[in-house]
């Protein structure tokens, strides 16, 4: 009689996050005799924040944040799922990949996670108020001056918004040179400041769910969000009072790109004495048949572009995948070096005081360049 195996996965707090795991699990247990899989989550901040060390010694699958992929490469705390007789999957599953997410789990030459979820920030709006979403910064700006307009600032959105916006203008973003020029850095800290002095100061402490409940379950609430990680719930019958509907995010040039890649993927613990069945379950999650399959209809959000290309999916979403896969393809990735998550945790902090009125934009651009240094010491 086989051994039965268990295996112990952590995820983030969030329908999104949690129901897909449990449904592919029950579906993997079902064709797998002998092999179960529990779940536990975190929260949105926990997810974005938690070290990975703190939870490899303790679950045999992991749903990750791809910037902490530059602190565990040297680690040994994840398990590559390169070299081990499936890189013709991997192959295949690289060119599904929706923009760069496949890519981003990959660091010094070996790939650490799959690809599970994509997102991007991209823009949402009420269509019962508004026909269609404003594709140039300016309409954006004449949208606030309305009333019309609210999205996430909170310190972590704050600053991926900032990195978005001067990716957009076409500067040269975390080169070798540091993290921008000075004149650059006080140029999009202006531009942040002038569009949030002109929305609701709540959001300056709602992340995009919280917007998007805002948006989505109350009458009185701004009709549009340019920036927000997407999340084709809100667009699903059923989900809110009022489903949004999501576009390509604006540009100052009235095209989306830059845009700072986020989404989620799997990981496996090296500690993990069942190594063989937690990647037989990650190949499987992250594998087209189940990303467009049960993955989606369980309220996951697919990383896989043959998911993002079907009709079923598009029908259920008003058109999300469809309408917002311009900015995935075109969307930013950000450092991973190890470091570089002392940067996010400074620098989203240092962005959220300037829009608070705490520290005026020269002072602002400093210490966001000085931190951004510091990180790569």
């Not at 995820?11 to 029950?26: C, L, N, Q, V, Y």
């Not at 203008?169 to 020029?181: F, Q």
């Not at 699903?236 to 989404?263: K, Q, W």
Request: aromatic share 10%; glycine share 10%.
């Amino acid at each position: 009689m086989a051994e039965a195996v268990h295996l112990r996965g952590m995820t983030w707090d969030h329908s999104r996050g949690f129901d897909p795991m449990i449904a592919t699990s029950e579906a993997f247990a079902a064709t797998n005799p002998g092999v179960t899989i529990t779940w536990e989550k975190r929260s949105l901040q926990a997810f974005a924040d938690r070290p990975i060390g703190e939870m490899a010694n303790s679950y045999d699958l992991m749903v990750i944040d791809h910037p902490h992929v530059g602190e565990v490469a040297r680690s040994g705390l994840l398990f590559p799922l390169d070299g081990m007789g499936r890189d013709g999957e991997l192959d295949l599953l690289a060119s599904q990949s929706v923009g760069v997410s496949h890519r981003s789990y990959q660091f010094d030459g070996r790939q650490w996670a799959l690809a599970i979820d994509a997102a991007t920030p991209v823009a949402a709006y009420r269509t019962d108020r508004l026909s269609e979403a404003p594709s140039h910064w300016n309409e954006v700006l004449d949208m606030a001056r309305k009333g019309e307009v609210g999205f996430a600032l909170i310190p972590i959105n704050a600053l991926m918004t900032f990195l978005g916006m001067a990716v957009n203008r076409g500067y040269a973003v975390a080169g070798s040179d540091g993290l921008c020029m000075r004149e650059e850095a006080v140029e999009i800290l202006e531009t942040l400041r002038e569009i949030a002095a002109l929305m609701d100061q709540r959001c300056l402490t709602l992340d995009p769910i919280g917007v998007y409940e805002w948006m989505g379950r109350q009458a009185r609430a701004p009709s549009y969000s340019p920036f927000g990680y997407g999340y084709t719930n809100y667009s699903r019958d059923g989900y809110c009072r009022f489903p949004l509907e999501f576009s390509n995010a604006p540009g100052f040039d009235g095209d989306p790109h830059g845009t700072v890649i986020g989404g989620t993927g799997i990981a496996v613990s090296a500690a993990s004495p069942h190594r063989d069945a937690a990647v037989d379950y990650a190949f499987m999650i992250s594998g087209a048949e189940c990303q467009k399959g049960l993955f989606f209809e369980s309220g996951g959000q697919p990383a896989n572009a043959v998911a993002w290309d079907d009709d079923i999916c598009n029908a259920a979403t008003r058109n999300f995948f469809r309408n917002t896969r311009k900015t995935l393809d075109t969307a930013w990735l950000r450092p991973r070096h190890d470091g570089y998550m002392r940067f996010q945790d400074r620098g989203g902090d240092i962005i959220h005081a300037c829009l608070c009125g705490e520290a005026n934009v020269f002072d602002t651009a400093d210490r966001l360049l000085t931190a951004y240094e510091d990180s790569c010491q």
